[in-house]
């Protein structure tokens, strides 16, 4: 994402691929009756999803001003825009705080990034700190470490920065989302690192992480089919258990059930599947989990215009 996606902030865009089009449009293509988006809106969007291997409840939400940045009647700068506005992420065992912003300077290339401020309760084992960043944080770890009373709340910063590229031909499209975090936690003396349950990995505080969705999809109506490759890795130069670059890939599945012009309150309600075998990780790939068991994630995306200017040319 999320991506994600980010990691599951990424699995949003799902709903979001139409742009500000007709019904049956894509960014794949132009339609002969196009007309530019409203220069100004008051737009928000929402995505909660359910995991599992490992367990997540996320719910995201973002409202903002989202300007058009070109009226030009072609593939590459139809449905350009920038947006910019704060942004929540809650879960039962932390919430995040902050601005996130966003520009489709093309069809084919996006750009974004966010800085939050990030709280833990100090509940389902989070956060665990740990003085090597090589250490073993797997389930059973975790579990273990956390009945011991050695998890805590505390609080700090998150920013994370990244880019999509994508294209089409025809039904078919292609893309990709690099994205990079970096956690300052301010961990207790001699503490380098901790487990985030999102990015599952030990993650270095004070370092960037990188993590990279790659999609292929079938676009068919309101159903789009696809598979999804999931990279992600510590920029720190660590290794070991901690420092193990992940991989995992599985398919994609989501349904759009209303997709209407800008204005509309509540639009592009699309619910998604996500399925993901473990291709390579310190405890998921047989090592202390059987590899079959897959990552797993359930959720819906919708947006809306809560205001939009007049003035569309």
Request: glycine share 10%.
């Amino acid at each position: 994402m999320w991506s994600v996606l980010a990691a599951m902030l990424a699995t949003p865009a799902l709903a979001q691929d139409r742009g500000a089009r007709g019904d049956d449009a894509s960014f794949e293509g132009a339609q002969e009756d196009y007309k530019p988006a409203p220069k100004n809106r008051l737009y928000y969007s929402n995505a909660s999803f359910a995991r599992v291997n490992p367990l997540g409840l996320i719910d995201i939400a973002r409202v903002g001003w989202r300007a058009r940045l070109s009226t030009k009647d072609s593939v590459l700068f139809q449905d350009t825009y920038a947006f910019i506005g704060p942004s929540t992420l809650i879960t039962p065992s932390y919430a995040r705080l902050g601005v996130y912003g966003e520009a489709q300077l093309l069809a084919i290339f996006r750009v974004f990034g966010e800085v939050d401020y990030v709280g833990y309760y100090g509940t389902f084992d989070q956060v665990l700190s740990f003085s090597d960043p090589l250490a073993r944080y797997s389930d059973l770890t975790i579990a273990d470490l956390g009945d011991q009373g050695l998890h805590s709340s505390r609080s700090g910063w998150v920013l994370t920065a990244g880019f999509t590229l994508r294209a089409a031909l025809g039904p078919i499209a292609i893309r990709t989302t690099p994205q990079f975090s970096r956690y300052d936690l301010g961990l207790p003396d001699g503490d380098v690192a901790f487990y985030d349950q999102v990015w599952d990995r030990l993650a270095p505080d004070g370092a960037f992480m990188a993590l990279v969705d790659s999609d292929m999809l079938l676009l068919a109506g309101k159903a789009r089919i696809g598979v999804r490759h999931t990279f992600s890795d510590n920029l720190d130069g660590s290794e070991g258990d901690g420092g193990m670059a992940h991989h995992r890939v599985g398919p994609l599945l989501a349904w759009q059930f209303k997709d209407a012009p800008p204005g509309a309150s509540a639009n592009q309600w699309t619910l998604f599947l996500l399925s993901q075998w473990w291709l390579q990780h310190p405890y998921r790939t047989g090592n202390e989990q059987n590899q079959a068991m897959p990552l797993i994630a359930l959720g819906l995306a919708f947006n809306g215009d809560l205001a939009i200017s007049k003035d569309v040319p």
